[in-house]
C-alpha cells in the first residue's frame, strides 16, 4: 500500500520550462526527501526536510528549489528544465534517524 | 567516486538456487546498511537493515555484515521468479535528523525459471 503520494506520475516538457512536483506522506513522518533516480538506476538524495526545516541540500544546481508547507508536504519546483534533468524524481519519507525511508511511485520526467 | 559498490552489476540464478549479493562502503561513517528492493517500474522498498557485526535472517533472505570492513551481503535461498528485481544497497550514518541514505548502484537480478 502506497502512503508517499506524488503527482504526477509523468510529465513531458520542453527545455527551458518550470515544472513542480507534489508529495505528500500520509504516515506521520517527520521527515521527508526528494531523490533522483537516474537512466542507470543511481539514485541520489537531492533534499531534505525535517518539520518544514531543510536538513540536507546536495549539490544540486540552483535551479531545483524545494517547498514545504507542513511537515507531511514536500513539493520540488524546478525553473528552466535541462535535457540531464529527465529522470524518475522520487519523493520519500522517514520517522526520524536511522529508520526505513518509505518510497513513493515517483514522477518520471522527460525533457525534449 | 561511488561510495557505496555494489556487486555484481547483475546475476542469474536459476529457480530454487542461492543469490548472493555483495555491497561495501568507502565512507567509514556510516553506521547503518539498508537493503531495498526495486522492482520494475516500481518505487524501492525496504528488504532489511543491519547495523551489528554478524548476521540477520528473515524468511528466505539473511544478511550479513563485517562492520571492520564495511561489508554487507545479502542472500536469497530458494530464488523465485518474483524475486527478480533491482536491489539496492545503501548506507547511513547516525547523528543529524532523519536518514540520509546513500545508495550504490544496484544489482540486478533475475531469477530464471
Known amino acids: 500500500e502506497t502512503a508517499v503520494f506524488q503527482t504526477p506520475n509523468y510529465h513531458v516538457t520542453q527545455v527551458g520550462n518550470e515544472v513542480s512536483f507534489n508529495c505528500k506522506q500520509t504516515l506521520g513522518h517527520d521527515t521527508m526527501y526528494w531523490y533522483k533516480q537516474d537512466s542507470k538506476k543511481l539514485l541520489k538524495i537531492m533534499f531534505s526536510?525535517?518539520?518544514?526545516?531543510?536538513?540536507v541540500n546536495e549539490t544540486v544546481p540552483r535551479r531545483f528549489s524545494p517547498q514545504s508547507s507542513d511537515k507531511a508536504h514536500l513539493n520540488l519546483r524546478i525553473k528552466s528544465v535541462e535535457p540531464e534533468d529527465s529522470a524518475v524524481y522520487l519523493c520519500?519519507?522517514?520517522?526520524?534517524?536511522?529508520?526505513?525511508?518509505?518510497f513513493g511511485k515517483g514522477t518520471r520526467l522527460t525533457v525534449v | 567516486q561511488q561510495k557505496v559498490q555494489q556487486s555484481p552489476e547483475s546475476l542469474i540464478v536459476p529457480e530454487g538456487g542461492m543469490a548472493s549479493l555483495n555491497c561495501t562502503s568507502s565512507d567509514r561513517n556510516v553506521d547503518y546498511f539498508w537493503w531495498y528492493r526495486q522492482h520494475s517500474g516500481k518505487s524501492p522498498k525496504m528488504l532489511m537493515s543491519i547495523f551489528s557485526n554478524g548476521e540477520k535472517e528473515e524468511g528466505r533472505f539473511t544478511v550479513h555484515l563485517n562492520k571492520a570492513s564495511l561489508h554487507t551481503s545479502l542472500h536469497i535461498r530458494d530464488s523465485q521468479p518474483s524475486d527478480s528485481a533491482l536491489y539496492l544497497c545503501?548506507?547511513?550514518?547516525?547523528?543529524?535528523?532523519?536518514?540520509?541514505?546513500?545508495f550504490g548502484t544496484g544489482t540486478l537480478l533475475s531469477v530464471k525459471p
Open positions: 520519500a519519507s522517514s520517522l526520524g534517524q536511522n529508520t526505513e525511508v518509505f
Open positions: 545503501a548506507a547511513s550514518s547516525y547523528g543529524g535528523s532523519g536518514n540520509k541514505l546513500i
Open positions: 526536510y525535517n518539520n518544514k526545516q531543510l536538513i
